[in-house]
């Protein structure tokens, strides 16, 4: 017995797992005396909490003794076992499945030496070490080089210091779909170049010229760049009004980046509502 490998009633449910779960995972493995199936199981769970070192706990409660608690998880059949992350079940399996599924199982839950140096790395990327940032997300990246989260990190750090090539290369490849942070990085790497704009001679040459798109659009990307996104949007909005065949309809094309870049919000509903009534 250790502390990553307990026995557990009612009266302790709530400190031994919901409240540890907020630090490390807990897995609960419902379990009866006289469930055979149950000890073929046990032995792989304890084998596995000592071997994985304290990185989750085990915890057994044995369903007779504890109806309450079998009721309260939807327990319908042991051995059941139940993962518990932040105070909530996350995960589950019931029967005495082999010990390479039960494995399988934990690493979704434990996160691996990658995510340790990705955590690392985020770390430091709030603490303001951009360097000390990429430097852990490339050491995770030779751990794991499908990973992309970790690949998707890296191309925020490089966009945060404005380095569109190297953030292009690390975006290259990736699937739209791949991950929901995909369009917004491509989005942002979109905009980069806008920054370096003079704002003021283009408010200039559409004050002497209010069909000169070619400079509305300017403005849009160095507003979009600043995070002036409603400046922006207003901007790409009278383009689609001006003239849907400018450069390809790039008005709306880039209005969908900027929807893309922000993910959703009131401000974006209002403009898809204005963009709508515009291709009306």
């Known amino acids: ?3 990553f490998d307990l026995d557990v009633n009612l009266p302790d449910f709530q400190a031994a797992v919901i409240d540890e779960s907020r630090s490390r995972p ?3 493995d419902f379990w009866a005396p006289w469930c055979g199936p149950c000890k073929s199981l046990k032995p792989i769970l304890e084998k596995l909490a000592a071997e994985y070192g304290g990185k989750f706990r085990l915890v057994k409660v044995n369903a007779d003794n504890n109806q309450a608690l079998s009721q309260q998880y ?3 059949g042991i051995p059941a076992v ?3 992350v932040d105070g909530e079940m996350v995960d589950e399996f019931s029967g005495a499945l082999p010990e390479a599924e039960v494995r399988a ?3 979704r839950l434990v996160p691996g030496p990658a995510e340790e140096l990705r955590a690392q790395a985020a770390a430091a990327r709030a603490a303001g070490d951009p360097g000390a940032a990429l430097q852990l997300l490339a050491e995770a990246s030779k751990l794991d080089p499908q990973h992309i989260g970790i690949r998707l990190d890296a191309a925020e750090i490089m966009l945060d210091l404005k380095e569109a090539d190297e953030a292009q290369r690390l975006l290259g490849g990736v699937a739209d779909d791949a991950d929901p942070r ?3 990085l491509r989005a942002r790497l979109q905009f980069l170049g806008a920054a370096d704009a003079d704002e003021a001679a283009l408010q200039a040459r559409i004050a002497a010229d209010s069909n000169d798109l070619e400079a509305r659009l300017a403005l ?3 507003a979009i760049a600043g995070q002036r996104y409603e400046d922006g949007m207003e901007q790409l909005l009278e383009i689609v009004r001006r003239d849907r065949s400018f450069q390809d309809d790039i008005g709306r094309v880039t209005l969908l980046s900027v929807f893309s870049l922000l993910g959703g919000g009131e401000l974006v509903s209002r403009y898809r509502r204005l963009l709508a009534s515009a291709l009306n």
């Open 82 to 84: 139940k993962a518990f």
């Open 26 to 28: 807990v897995v609960v």
């Open 105 to 107: 199982f934990l690493d």
């Open 74 to 76: 939807g327990v319908r």
């Open 1 to 3: 017995m250790s502390d």
């Open 182 to 184: 995909v369009a917004q």
């Open 220 to 222: 849009a990307n160095l």
